[in-house]
Every structure is written in C-alpha cells, then in structure tokens.
C-alpha cells in the first residue's frame, strides 16, 4: 500500500520559515517526479514546487527565491523548505508522486502564516 505522509506545518509568523517534510512508504521516491502543491480555502489546488526523478526542479512564480524543493533518496523522501513566509502562503500542502500514469497523494499538512 503507498502512503505519502507530510509533516511540518503549523503557525509562523510573517517572515518566518517552515520545512515540510514528505515520507514515502511502498514506493521508490527516487523513481517519481514529486511535487508539492497547496490550497487555500475557496481556492483551486495549485503547483507550489516539483522535481524530477533526475533532480531538476520548477516553482511557482509565487514562490521563486523563498521556496525549495529537496530530495533524500536514502530516505525515500522529499521535502520543502519555505522561507519569508507571507499570509498569502496560508494553505494545506500536499506532497505529489507520479510515475508514468501513476499518481499518489498524500493527506496534507496545513500552514498558516498570521501575526
């Protein structure tokens, strides 16, 4: 059975920085493209950050320069470090893996920026 599991999220200030963490269990990280994408309430879901099998990656205009996306193949996981975090950042995060015509989502983890 695959299972994505995040973790990390929580309550940052404005400015503040948040590392997400996405582990993988039934699949081989290091074979799927991953990614990470959010949504905000009344929002679609939306492409935060990806990263090939072959490590190149691609971001959202929205978070170019603040966010990073990582992989651990020794850990068979994938994680997202986000940094000068703003309100607009406000969404829960889900980890996605593909691999040819398969697709696995994880359960979310919610980050909220607020004073």
């Known amino acids: 059975q695959v299972q994505l599991v995040e973790s990390g999220g929580g309550l940052v200030q404005p400015g503040g920085s948040l590392r997400l963490s996405c582990a993988a269990s039934g699949i081989t990280l290091s074979l799927h493209n991953m990614a990470w994408y959010r949504q905000a309430p009344g929002k679609q879901r939306e492409l935060v950050a990806a990263?090939?099998?072959?490590?190149?990656?691609n971001y959202a205009d929205s978070v170019k320069g603040r966010f990073t996306i990582s992989r651990d193949n020794a850990k068979n996981a994938v994680y997202l470090q986000m940094g000068s975090l703003k309100p607009d950042d406000t969404a829960v995060y889900y980890c996605?893996?593909?691999?040819?015509?398969?697709?696995?989502w994880g359960q979310g983890t919610q980050v909220t920026v607020s004073s």
């Open positions: 996605h893996a593909t691999r040819w015509q398969m697709g696995y």
């Open positions: 990263i090939t099998s072959g490590g190149s990656t």
